[in-house]
T-cell receptor, first 111, second 111 residues
Framework: SQQGEEDPQALSIQEGENATMNCSYKTSINNLQWYRQNSGRGLVHLILIRSNEREKHSGRLRVTLDTSKKSSSLLITASRAADTASYFCATELYGNNRLAFGKGNQVVVIP | DGGITQSPKYLFRKEGQNVTLSCEQNLNHDAMYWYRQDPGQGLRLIYYSQIVNDFQKGDIAEGYSVSREKKESFPLTVTSAQKNPTAFYLC??????????FGPGTRLTVL
């Protein structure tokens, strides 16, 4: 089944800096979603972007989607120590109602 | 207090035993999902259900079984046929083609 693939896999930044993660996929999608997971916990939904959308914002988060390149990016601006987590992208195909997850990006924000 | 719950938080299984993981939601969601997460990896779909009394195999269904007798409940049984069951198990629910809401997870260890 299709999977999102995140790049880079691990990121270490100073508090206040921006963090950018990319996700690529292989086939046409209905939507792409980003989730955060703190260590040992369940996933928390961040943003859903549909195939006819190019950019979405939520607080300090900005997600872009380029369907021609089959890629998405997640930008976290002005990072905080509390942003330390793993971030996953997941794709949903048309008529499928199930998600395919990437392996995740581990982000460490140093205070 | 709406949400999705999983129990137990930790579960230990002896080889040859079947064990059942509980997942309950009061969000009135139609769809429910079970995922497996191994260390440093993304989520892999075990089973999902889009409606009561119906469910489909995901990518790694072998050695697992589920039931969906009530809208709120989607228990997962890890059978003795699953040869490497030690993992973190996550349950989720959603309305069709929307974000998924995750439970806190169950960590299963084989002794």
């Amino acid at each position: 089944s299709q999977q999102g693939e995140e790049d880079p896999q691990a990121l270490s930044i100073q508090e206040g800096e921006n963090a950018t993660m990319n996700c690529s996929y292989k086939t046409s999608i209905n939507n792409l979603q980003w989730y955060r997971q703190n260590s040992g916990r369940g996933l928390v939904h961040l943003i859903l972007i549909r195939s006819n959308e190019r950019e979405k914002h939520s607080g300090r988060l900005r997600v872009t989607l380029d369907t021609s390149k089959k890629s998405s990016s997640l930008l976290i601006t002005a990072s905080r120590a509390a942003d330390t987590a793993s971030y996953f992208c997941a794709t949903e195909l048309y008529g499928n109602n199930r998600l395919a997850f990437g392996k995740g990006n581990q982000v460490v924000v140093i205070p | 207090d709406g949400g999705i719950t999983q129990s137990p938080k930790y579960l230990f299984r002896k080889e040859g035993q079947n064990v059942t993981l509980s997942c309950e939601q009061n969000l009135n969601h139609d769809a429910m999902y079970w995922y497996r997460q191994d260390p440093g990896q993304g989520l892999r779909l075990i089973y999902y259900s889009q409606i009561v009394n119906d469910f489909q195999k995901g990518d790694i269904a072998e050695g697992y079984s589920v039931s969906r007798e009530k809208k709120e409940s989607f228990p997962l049984t890890v059978t003795s046929a699953q040869k490497n069951p030690t993992a973190f198990y996550l349950c989720a629910s959603s309305m069709p083609y929307n974000e998924q809401f995750f439970g806190p997870g169950t960590r299963l260890t084989v002794l």
